[in-house]
């Protein structure tokens, strides 16, 4: 009996473990989500500045470096105070790595102001380089979506990488949008690739709803259709995708571009600490349940060792007389308890099962729950091999794999996912020199 409660505690400190990582991981999460939003205007300024020739926007922009520099020192501040062995779990090597990365592109970062500031490359070179900068740290977010192990916790945290993806996709229509106002013109390319950003950020806005709490999710759409700036944003969006190739826009609208999409992704980024507010009291919630779990098969182990009852007048133990605990990632499956049901008191033998009985039916549950949590972010590591390998084979850029895989799934009338599983599983059969004739992922 003492053997298995021991184990019964260990599980449910190992459970407390999760729980305070998952909590550090949230701390992270949102201290992310303010960089990156700083990060994105000043992405959109540097545009403005490279687009006008330094003729506009240089005062904001170093004001906003500021804002950036700031940000960076908190994270940096934030990673100092955390201990590592209590952020990463089992995910390490993972996490780690993408910190590294994210945290040698800050180093950068400087090194991109200086070309800004020198008008050394053009607007869209700029874009690019923000938006390698703010992937990298995009991908630390979703790393830790991708290895939370609490349901209730990784669905809000694939709300959180969806809302944040979403809205970098916002941001860089914005960047699209200024650099175009600033030139005074849209080419055809341009023009495409900003109609692929706004059906981008659409879907992702729409896995953040499905994934977020019922409260979060009408705070956001009532900032969406009662932003004043959304009528605005329309009608420019209007404007710049229809007009006819090279023909002039109006300088003047550059601003009333940026201050109303500014004001969506404001409007996101508070969407975006709630998500880190209702993570953190998640995590918070579910650790005192936890701590106050752990409380009763410790108190089951102080308890004295009962007298063996008489095996003449015993009744068939609780151990056997009980449905099977079923292990919570092979459902069906017995999750065996050896040394009970041994002629101890039937009451504390009960007592014990009922414990046993408790965790293994909420584990179920809970990997449940977790499976369905990240089918999300399964389908979107297997869009972004699809594409991967598509930029590698074909020399396509992002947007054009993209646009190449949702094509072919409405011309073969199949969901996006099955097309991108089709062509991960004929990899060995694709070229590698461009070619330009169609996917056909049927024949795989």
Not at 284 to 305: D, G, I, K, N, T
Not at 330 to 341: C, D
Request: glycine residues 6%; contains cysteine; aromatic residues 4%.
């Amino acid at each position: 009996m003492r053997a298995s409660l021991h184990y019964l505690i260990a599980a449910r400190r190992c459970e407390i473990t999760e729980l305070q990582q998952l909590l550090h991981s949230s701390a992270l999460v949102r201290q992310l989500a303010v960089l990156v939003h700083v990060l994105q205007k000043e992405r959109g300024l540097s545009n403005i500045v490279l687009a006008s020739g330094g003729a506009q926007g240089l005062a904001a922009l170093h004001q906003q470096h500021q804002a950036c520099d700031s940000a960076i020192s908190r994270l940096q501040a934030l990673l100092e105070r955390l201990d590592m062995a209590a952020l990463h779990g089992g995910h390490g090597a993972r996490l780690f790595n993408h910190l590294a990365y994210a945290l040698q592109g800050l180093d950068a970062l400087y090194g991109l102001r200086r070309c800004v500031s020198q008008l050394s490359l053009d607007a869209d070179a700029c874009t690019a380089a923000y938006m390698r900068l703010v992937a990298g740290l995009l991908a630390v977010v979703f790393e830790t979506a991708d290895s939370a192990s609490q349901p209730g916790i990784s669905r809000l945290l694939v709300a959180m990488f969806h809302c944040m993806q979403g809205k970098e996709l916002a941001g860089q229509e914005r960047a699209t949008g200024a650099a175009a106002f600033a030139a005074g013109q849209c080419s055809t390319a341009r023009q495409q690739h900003w109609l692929q950003l706004i059906d981008a950020q659409e879907r992702c806005l729409q896995v953040f709803a499905d994934c977020a709490p019922e409260a979060v999710c009408a705070a956001w759409q009532a900032t969406e259709s009662q932003c004043p700036a959304q009528a605005t944003l329309e009608r420019l969006r209007r404007i710049a995708c229809t007009a006819a190739a090279g023909s002039p826009l109006d300088t003047e609208q550059g601003p009333a571009w940026f201050d109303a999409c500014s004001t969506r992704l404001d409007g996101l980024h508070t969407i975006e600490m709630q998500l880190a507010d209702a993570l953190e009291q998640r995590c918070h919630s579910l650790l005192h349940s936890a701590e106050r779990a752990l409380a009763q098969p410790e108190s089951l182990l102080q308890a004295p060792v009962p007298e063996p009852a008489d095996p003449a007048g015993a009744a068939l133990p609780a151990f056997f007389r009980c449905p099977e605990p079923v292990h919570p990632r092979a459902q069906g499956s017995p999750l065996v308890q050896t040394g009970m049901g041994t002629g101890l008191a039937p009451q504390l033998e009960q007592s014990m099962l009922d414990l046993v009985q408790e965790q293994a039916q909420r584990l179920q549950a809970m990997h449940t729950e977790l499976r369905r949590a990240r089918n999300a972010l399964t389908e979107r590591k297997t869009l972004e091999r699809a594409k991967s390998l598509l930029m590698t084979h074909r020399h396509l850029s992002e947007s054009e794999a993209h646009k190449l895989l949702r094509q072919t799934a409405m011309n073969q009338n199949r969901r996006l996912l099955e097309v991108a599983e089709a062509v991960l599983s004929m990899a060995e059969l694709l070229p590698a020199p461009a070619c330009s004739a169609g996917l056909n992922p049927s024949k795989a």
